[in-house]
């Protein structure tokens, strides 16, 4: 393997994690939102799994001959994390697809706007009930 | 890292889906390099092809083009450039890559590495610290994967509706991919069954198998058209199927502990404490392989299954 300096994975880590939060604080369109979550996630499962890793290991299955093993329990945690996490992000899609049979956009600022379209009207129903039943 | 940049910038959603799914497929790649097989397995098969296709399905039914943002992005790039810059002071502390004297490799992990071929009786460690060692850890994911495909389906109805959507019709006159689609069928579920039974020995097991064995479906339907794929595993079979995964874990758990063990020890199942490691193992994997099988695939037919509403 070539020679990488020893923080160089650290940094991608933290490039990628702050890429992903970058998408999900800045970026109005739900689906995208997601996507950004998922960066994120991924970026930690490279961190787990830079933690485990040991210079000069293999995969840890037990073979003859072979006696430094890369450590087994981030990968066990990642694995899991990574199944869940499909699991999560398909709850997360099915609320964008019922967000946009309610309100026909998944751009946050539009619906933001039609909340508050929605609130301004109902006040304006209180205020004046016998306008509306009209 | 690119990729990722390319799909922050681009604003066909279509576009930021697959690049979404080559950036998993790189991640893959590299853990792969970092010696952690099994994690590469399933990142490749959850990361770059159940995801992507769930991403997809979802495009289908809300839209594909972005709006051009209304506020500027400063506040929240200087919000970010803060939090890396702070996170990278952090990593200066952090042990070098590979270093054998970090924390990490100093706790559990020796002692699972040297004990666990004899206590389990199986090569692959992960496997068995997955099924054998943190067996309530696991059982508590497949809890969790079981809740959230629960969550889907309440949310976007178990109930088929009516008339399924009409297909584009293109799909239908695709002779050479029909062909070449039924010939990887059954290679595919062939390869999940060895997954989900091999990975004692070599990478693999319940997880990355149910995901496997989804796909699978996942490409029947759609190039043979929901009603055939339904026809073969009619959707709702499949919350039961997932409710029977959980069970079967679950079971295995309270059978040792009727047997005057602890709870999920699994050398209540044999007279021989490695044998009954060994089956409790198998066991446990096949009840995840179940269950997450059928919560991926009945997630699909959810997300497939709905009309698109019209705007």
């Given at each position: 393997?070539?020679?990488?300096?020893?923080?160089?994975?650290?940094?991608?880590?933290?490039?990628?994690?702050?890429?992903?939060?970058?998408?999900?604080?800045?970026?109005?369109?739900?689906?995208?939102?997601?996507?950004?979550?998922?960066?994120?996630?991924?970026?930690?499962?490279?961190?787990?799994?830079?933690?485990?890793?040991?210079?000069?290991?293999?995969?840890?299955?037990?073979?003859?001959?072979?006696?430094?093993?890369?450590?087994?329990?981030?990968?066990?945690?990642?694995?899991?994390?990574?199944?869940?996490?499909?699991?999560?992000?398909?709850?997360?899609?099915?609320?964008?697809?019922?967000?946009?049979?309610?309100?026909?956009?998944?751009?946050?600022?539009?619906?933001?706007?039609?909340?508050?379209?929605?609130?301004?009207?109902?006040?304006?129903?209180k205020d004046d009930p016998q306008d509306s039943s009209e | 890292m690119l990729i990722a940049v390319a799909a922050i910038r681009m604003r066909d959603l279509f576009g930021v889906?697959?690049?979404?799914?080559?950036?998993?497929?790189?991640?893959?790649?590299?853990?792969?390099?970092?010696?952690?097989?099994?994690?590469?397995?399933?990142?490749?098969?959850?990361?770059?092809?159940?995801?992507?296709?769930?991403?997809?399905?979802?495009?289908?039914?809300?839209?594909?083009?972005?709006?051009?943002?209304?506020?500027?992005?400063?506040?929240?790039?200087?919000?970010?450039?803060?939090?890396?810059?702070?996170?990278?002071?952090?990593?200066?502390?952090?042990?070098?890559?590979?270093?054998?004297?970090?924390?990490?490799?100093?706790?559990?992990?020796?002692?699972?590495?040297?004990?666990?071929?004899?206590?389990?009786?199986?090569?692959?460690?992960?496997?068995?610290?997955?099924?054998?060692?943190?067996?309530?850890?696991?059982?508590?994911?497949?809890?969790?994967?079981?809740?959230?495909?629960?969550?889907?389906?309440?949310?976007?109805?178990?109930?088929?509706?009516?008339?399924?959507?009409?297909?584009?019709?293109?799909?239908?006159?695709?002779?050479?991919?029909?062909?070449?689609?039924?010939?990887?069928?059954?290679?595919?579920?062939?390869?999940?069954?060895?997954?989900?039974?091999?990975?004692?020995?070599?990478?693999?097991?319940?997880?990355?198998?149910?995901?496997?064995?989804?796909?699978?479906?996942?490409?029947?339907?759609?190039?043979?058209?929901?009603?055939?794929?339904r026809g073969v595993m009619p959707a709702d079979w499949l919350p039961r199927l997932a409710a029977l995964g959980v069970l079967l874990y679950g079971g295995v758990g309270i059978?040792?502990?009727?047997?005057?063990?602890?709870?999920?020890?699994?050398?209540?199942?044999?007279?021989?404490?490695?044998?009954?490691?060994?089956?409790?193992?198998?066991?446990?994997?096949?009840?995840?392989?179940?269950?997450?099988?059928?919560?991926?695939?009945?997630?699909?037919?959810?997300?497939?299954?709905?009309?698109?509403?019209?705007?």
């Amino acid at each position: 393997m070539i020679e990488i300096p020893g923080l160089f994975n650290y940094w991608v880590v933290v490039f990628l994690m702050m890429a992903g939060f970058y998408v999900v604080i800045s970026q109005g369109n739900l689906v995208k939102k997601l996507v950004g979550l998922g960066l994120f996630q991924a970026s930690v499962f490279i961190l787990y799994i830079t933690m485990g890793n040991l210079s000069g290991g293999q995969a840890p299955i037990v073979t003859e001959g072979v006696f430094i093993y890369s450590n087994p329990l981030p990968h066990v945690l990642i694995l899991t994390a990574i199944v869940v996490g499909v699991a999560t992000t398909a709850v997360g899609l099915a609320l964008v697809v019922r967000i946009h049979e309610a309100y026909g956009s998944i751009e946050e600022d539009e619906i933001h706007a039609l909340d508050l379209a929605d609130d301004e009207a109902l006040s304006m129903e209180k205020d004046d009930p016998q306008d509306s039943s009209e | 890292m690119l990729i990722a940049v390319a799909a922050i910038r681009m604003r066909d959603l279509f576009g930021v889906v697959i690049l979404f799914g080559v950036y998993s497929l790189l991640t893959a790649v590299l853990f792969m390099d970092l010696d952690a097989v099994d994690v590469a397995f399933t990142e490749a098969a959850v990361g770059a092809g159940v995801t992507t296709v769930l991403l997809l399905s979802s495009l289908r039914l809300t839209r594909r083009w972005e709006a051009p943002p209304r506020h500027s992005p400063l506040l929240s790039l200087l919000v970010v450039c803060v939090t890396g810059a702070a996170l990278v002071y952090a990593t200066l502390d952090a042990p070098l890559l590979g270093d054998p004297t970090s924390p990490v490799h100093k706790h559990v992990a020796p002692r699972y590495l040297q004990e666990a071929a004899g206590e389990v009786g199986m090569p692959n460690i992960v496997t068995a610290v997955l099924a054998s060692y943190r067996g309530y850890d696991t059982f508590g994911e497949t809890l969790v994967i079981f809740t959230a495909g629960l969550a889907v389906l309440l949310l976007l109805g178990f109930r088929e509706e009516t008339n399924t959507p009409v297909e584009s019709g293109s799909m239908h006159e695709q002779v050479v991919l029909k062909t070449v689609v039924k010939l990887i069928i059954p290679l595919i579920l062939l390869y999940a069954l060895y997954v989900q039974f091999h990975g004692d020995f070599g990478a693999g097991g319940g997880f990355q198998a149910g995901v496997i064995f989804a796909t699978g479906f996942i490409l029947y339907e759609m190039v043979f058209g929901a009603e055939n794929a339904r026809g073969v595993m009619p959707a709702d079979w499949l919350p039961r199927l997932a409710a029977l995964g959980v069970l079967l874990y679950g079971g295995v758990g309270i059978f040792s502990m009727l047997a005057g063990k602890p709870f999920l020890d699994y050398s209540a199942l044999s007279a021989d404490p490695v044998q009954g490691q060994h089956l409790g193992v198998l066991l446990v994997e096949l009840g995840v392989g179940i269950t997450v099988f059928s919560i991926v695939l009945s997630i699909f037919y959810a997300l497939s299954g709905r009309k698109r509403r019209h705007d």
